[in-house]
């Protein structure tokens, strides 16, 4: 057999194995709730994660939320730094802080500025510090996801940015926060949506048996995040409601 035949059978062989021509794209891995996860897809993903819940998307449906739309996302970032001495220490952490700020900051997009400042404490032949700094992410105005989602990127793009005089510190970031300035200013919306369906309640002609004043409400109007996306923020009240007690039967005269 000649050593062109046996190139050919090569060529076919490793042709048949995959390895002869260009992969065509491979189309996204799906796993569908109760569905058994394929060899392929073991191979490829790992074991199978559990499925997502829709559950959350059919209260939305049912109003099951009071939404409200973020007006800012806020960033932690805290910032460790060390020097020989105390004084070297100082200078370093003010001069990194300076840097971080003009570089997170974008105008009219995100806001970097520092709101706590560590005290040096003493590790071993060195100091160290720990500084910590906010970023401020206005979303107020934007009407959908994808547009706060484009512009907290925007801000967090800014991390790729830092220079070299920032070497050697320790960056430890969060993850964007998003959130409502004033929730008490949803507090009377809040109320009514908490009372509304007392009122149907007790606007109902029922039975005698059936009693619409049976419960008691009361509230301290406190207003609370319970959940957040940039979809929006779920707000609450607080309404605590328990049964009246009953009443005991006249006694016979």
Avoid: K
Avoid at 86 to 106: K, N
Wanted: glycine letters at 8%; aromatic letters at 4%.
């Amino acid at each position: 057999m000649t050593h062109h035949v046996l190139l050919s059978l090569c060529l076919l062989l490793l042709a048949g194995c995959g390895f002869g021509a260009r992969a065509e794209p491979a189309a996204p891995a799906v796993a569908f709730a109760g569905e058994p996860a394929s060899s392929d897809y073991l191979w490829s993903r790992g074991a199978a994660a559990a499925a997502p819940d829709a559950s959350d998307l059919e209260r939305q449906l049912h109003g099951g939320a009071f939404l409200v739309p973020p007006d800012r996302a806020l960033v932690r970032v805290d910032v460790t730094g060390r020097a020989p001495t105390r004084a070297e220490l100082a200078a370093r952490m003010d001069d990194a802080t300076r840097a971080m700020r003009a570089t997170l900051a974008v105008p009219g997009a995100c806001a970097a500025a520092v709101v706590a400042l560590g005290a040096p404490r003493r590790e071993g032949e060195r100091w160290s510090a720990t500084a910590t700094l906010s970023i401020d992410v206005p979303l107020a105005g934007l009407d959908d996801v994808a547009a706060r989602f484009a512009r907290v990127e925007r801000c967090m793009e800014r991390f790729d940015a830092m220079g070299a005089e920032l070497a050697g510190l320790e960056l430890a970031v969060s993850h964007p926060l998003p959130t409502v300035d004033r929730p008490h200013l949803h507090r009377a919306a809040l109320l009514e949506r908490a009372v509304g369906p007392l009122r149907e309640v007790a606007a109902f002609d029922g039975p005698p048996a059936f009693d619409p004043n049976g419960v008691r409400c009361t509230s301290r109007g406190e207003v609370t995040i319970v959940e957040r996306s940039l979809a929006g923020i779920a707000l609450r009240v607080d309404l605590e409601c328990a049964p009246r007690p009953l009443l005991a039967p006249a006694a016979a005269g």
